[in-house]
């Protein structure tokens, strides 16, 4: 079962750099990561900390929202994005792990998009998604890791002029559902932060990439099988193609143009979200 922390506990931002999942033949690479670990809070660590993040469950089960930090560190750092439209995963549990590649060249395109890796999605997408996650933590897995989420139109132009193939960047006149803040693209870690296997890369655009395809190992299918059953349960469908894209089934909302600055409360500000070198 997941190991709740208590009240006293003090998490800090750290860098790590964990390894991908190749398939046969693929270099395997270093991924800059963003987690949150454990210690023990003392006088230097100032702003960077946060009190016991997780929020608490309201009585209807819903996650909760921002303002899980102490009043004081909440009160230093107003949010920068519109509550009733969004809500920043990490705000509701700061546990789901970043690899946001698109705010690296780590990227099929090979050059960042984002100012930084930050991940916004709609509200009941953000809270179904933090669903799934503590449903794995509770099976005895370290829980999600995130490589993409809401994406704004611009920058989905400027991906259609990199790669103008509508069979893998969806045109920006139609969107995508990543520009909707609705998809998610991500995968599952071990309670060492360690990917499943799930037999490609992300992004590796091949048959192999896809749900139905059957020529791998059985470890990796039964990946694969707990992702789509468990993001199934919290209310996402997936996409035949791709392993790591999943899509809300809730009404759909529109198209948006917001763009995330990189200076953000949650957590410890810029500190924080310029923290993704490898």
């Not at 370290?142 to 989905?156: A, E, M, S, V």
């Not at 909302?253 to 993704?276: K, Q």
Request: charged content about 25%; some cysteine; proline content about 8%.
């Amino acid at each position: 079962m997941r190991e709740r922390l208590g009240g006293a506990s003090l998490f800090v931002v750290l860098l790590l750099a964990s390894v991908g999942c190749r398939g046969a033949g693929e270099v395997e690479a270093q991924h800059p990561v963003y987690a949150m670990v454990e210690r023990p809070g003392d006088a230097s660590s100032g702003g960077d900390a946060v009190a016991d993040a997780k929020p608490d469950a309201g009585s209807s089960g819903e996650v909760g929202d921002e303002g899980a930090t102490s009043g004081e560190a909440a009160e230093a750092a107003p949010v920068d994005y519109d509550l009733d439209a969004w809500r920043e995963v990490q705000a509701l549990d700061p546990s789901v792990v970043l690899d946001i590649r698109y705010a690296t060249a780590d990227n099929f395109v090979g050059e960042p998009l984002y100012p930084c890796g930050r991940c916004f999605l709609r509200p009941a997408v953000a809270e179904a998604l933090v669903r799934a996650h503590r449903a794995l933590q509770d099976a005895g897995y370290g829980g999600l890791k995130l490589f993409d989420c809401y994406r704004p139109t611009p920058i989905q132009a400027r991906l259609w002029e990199i790669t103008p193939d509508p069979r893998a960047v969806a045109p920006p006149t139609t969107g995508s559902m990543h520009n909707r803040g609705m998809a998610v693209d991500l995968t599952i870690v071990d309670r060492e932060g360690a990917e499943l296997d799930m037999g490609t890369a992300y992004d590796a655009f091949s048959a192999r990439s896809y749900h139905t395809y059957k020529g791998l190992p059985a470890e990796v299918l039964a990946n694969r099988r707990l992702l789509r059953e468990t993001m199934d349960a919290a209310g996402f469908a997936a996409l035949k193609t791709e392993w790591w894209h999943y899509s809300f089934r809730g009404p759909r909302e529109p198209l948006a143009d917001f763009v995330w600055t990189c200076t953000g409360p949650w957590p410890a500000g810029p500190l924080y979200w310029e923290r993704r070198g490898p």
